[in-house]
């Protein structure tokens, strides 16, 4: 197995907390200062001492990150993936602002790649063949959510087994994958249909079947994929006989729809009007969760469709696990249907009552579902 280039230094990362640090607090304090002084008799007064601080604060900061990212461009410092926090770090930060770093610190911009012991694997039959001793003809993928990285389907290692690890007992070979979640669904969806391909063509043995499964944002990648057209003899995604999909908004997720509106509601302010602005300084991937996919991107129609839903109740109909679901995604959201539409027409359908959204990473009732899913 060969890894990609070495990636961040922990200085890049320490850049960007300057930068930020600059734009979401310092100007939204001196913002907010000003807009408050602005209706006092004395504001005129205060007004040009205050300005004058804040420049300095500003002034600092962007010195410190400027400085920051000259001393990062030399290679020196250890690398921000060089250990799990790190990459925790690195993934959530690309949910957050990951098409912001793609256009102004690609350094830092997650690429989606298979992924194996913390690194990138090549797209290349031997590197695979390396990473993958036991390489079997069905290939299940696996994709995380939103600020997760491929590290989160561990969860539960110490006391069960993972989804992967079962799924590997039983002849399949988990793949995991790793995503800038920052990015738009289509975007990622394009780049995954792209790795797909690669993958399958270089893959050591010759491959019969391929299963997906997302976990929250994840799915809607999968589906923005499946999406994409291809011109080469044989897709890939002609290889795909299931998706499963965890926890995921086909129809948006209210945490996503509030964040929007609390953005409007606090520039209506001139007062409040930078608070609004840091809850916009959200990605293009946390946009894109308000409305989820709709019916414009189609299931496979030769997969079947697995859909998973988790509720804080054990009922799923019990008003409360209705309205707030795994505290993220409700219920009507992760099967695709609500009284006007159905995405998944004949799709499998599983509840997983007491638990919440995380709780889907690991669960006996997933593995049970899934062990006669993909048999």
């Known amino acids: ?13 320490l850049s960007l907390l300057a930068e930020v640090g600059d734009e979401l607090v310092v100007r939204t304090v001196r913002d907010t200062h000003l807009a408050v002084l602005g209706r006092t008799p004395a504001g005129p007064l205060h007004r040009g001492i205050t300005t004058t601080v804040y420049r300095g604060l500003t002034g ?19 690398r921000l993936e060089a250990d799990p926090r790190g990459r925790f770090v690195n993934a959530a930060v690309n949910g957050l602002i990951g098409d912001r770093l793609l256009r102004e610190r690609p350094q830092m911009a997650i690429a989606m790649a298979v992924r194996r012991d913390g690194a990138d694997v090549e797209l290349e039959t031997e590197a695979l063949r390396k990473a993958f001793p036991q390489a079997t003809g069905r290939l299940v993928l696996f994709l995380h959510g939103l600020c997760e990285n491929e590290s989160y389907w561990d969860r539960g290692r110490a006391t069960a087994p993972t989804y992967a690890d079962a799924l590997a007992e039983r002849g399949w070979t988990p793949v995991m994958l790793r995503a800038n979640t920052g990015l738009g669904l289509r975007e990622n969806g394009a780049a995954l249909a792209s790795l797909g391909q690669r993958l399958v063509d270089a893959w050591p043995v010759e491959v019969e079947r391929v299963a997906l499964v997302g976990h929250s944002l994840g799915g809607l990648v999968i589906r923005a994929a499946g999406a994409v057209m291809s011109d080469v003899e044989r897709p890939w995604a002609e290889r795909v006989s299931d ?133």
């Open 1 to 13: 197995m060969s890894t990609t280039a070495p990636g961040p230094t922990v200085l890049d990362a």
């Open 60 to 78: 600092s900061l962007s010195g410190a990150s400027r400085a920051l990212d000259r001393l990062a461009a030399t290679g020196v410092g250890p």
């Open 243 to 375: 998706v499963v999909t965890l926890g995921t908004p086909h129809l948006g997720a209210p945490i996503a729809w509030g964040v929007g509106h609390g953005s409007r509601a606090l520039q209506a302010l001139e007062e409040t009007a930078a608070f609004g602005r840091i809850l916009d300084w959200r990605s293009r991937g946390v946009h894109d969760l308000v409305a989820g996919l709709a019916e414009d991107v189609p299931p496979l129609p030769h997969a079947r469709y697995h859909l998973v839903a988790a509720t804080l109740t054990r009922d799923r109909r019990h008003p409360v696990g209705d309205l707030v679901g795994d505290l993220l995604v409700r219920p009507r959201s992760a099967y695709g249907r609500d009284r006007r539409r159905t995405l998944f027409p004949g799709a499998d359908v599983l509840h997983v009552g007491r638990t919440d959204h995380f709780g889907l990473l690991n669960h006996p009732d997933v593995h049970r579902a899934l062990r006669d899913w993909l048999a």
